[in-house]
């Protein structure tokens, strides 16, 4: 079975601080990608991120960073410089080459002022 | 260029009724695919098309159904309303043929259904 596991349901950061998201994932698939959402209070969700397997070099933009273990099925998103605005609920989302996306049960992070 | 436009934003709809969601994809893209989001379940795959075609279903009942057009707008339909179909409904489209692979997902604000 292809699972998505975000252990964190939520979690807590200072403006200006750095944070980091942890994900893992189960798969017995070599071609996929992996991407992290971000869903704001507006409902939308939004691509922060994403990750292909076949890369060893870790995705960035601009604050947001990945670091990909793809031995340890591990995919953490890091932010950098806290800002409010991103304060939001962040999913996880693990997609192959033949079937649909999955996604982790998501992680609130609160930004504290 | 526009967004994926989901409408209704808002729907209360009692047992036993049916109801339709519309979607509208990105210009380009042809892969449009559905989600239910509830506060238990998280994000759940209904089902997605491409090229008006249904290229997989997730494990909903017969009661979730969808279709695509040939201009790659979609509806699902749910039939037979019962409480638990209360949720969030999110649709999304992808420039790629499948799943959001390789270029991930863009969101519409999704429809918020209510069943009462």
């Known amino acids: 079975a292809q699972t998505v596991t975000q252990s964190q349901p939520e979690m807590s950061v200072q403006e200006a601080e750095t944070v980091t998201l942890s994900c893992t994932y189960d798969t017995s698939e070599s071609d996929y990608y992996l991407f992290w959402y971000k869903q704001p209070p507006s409902r939308q969700m939004i691509l922060v991120i994403r990750?292909?397997?076949?890369?060893?070099q870790n995705a960035t933009e601009n604050r947001f960073s990945v670091n990909f273990q793809k031995a340890a099925k591990s995919f953490s998103l890091k932010i950098s410089d806290s800002q409010l605005g991103d304060a939001a609920m962040y999913f996880c989302a693990y997609s192959p080459n033949n079937n649909d996306m999955r996604f982790g049960a998501g992680t609130r992070l609160t930004v504290k002022p | 260029k526009a967004g994926v436009t989901q409408t209704p934003r808002y729907l209360i709809k009692t047992r036993g009724q049916q109801v339709t969601l519309s979607c509208s994809p990105i210009?380009?893209?042809?892969?449009v695919s559905w989600y239910q989001q509830t506060p238990g379940q998280g994000l759940q795959f209904l089902f997605e098309?491409?090229?008006?075609?249904?290229?997989n279903k997730g494990n909903f009942p017969g009661r979730f159904s969808g279709r695509q057009f040939s201009n790659s707008r979609s509806e699902m339909n749910v039939s037979t309303l019962e409480l638990g179909d209360s949720a969030l409904y999110l649709c999304a489209s992808s420039l790629g043929s499948t799943g959001g692979f390789p270029y991930g997902y863009t969101f519409g604000s999704g429809t918020r259904l209510t069943v009462v």
């Open positions: 098309y491409f090229s008006e075609t249904q290229r």
């Open positions: 990750q292909e397997a076949y890369k060893q």
């Open positions: 210009s380009g893209h042809r892969s």
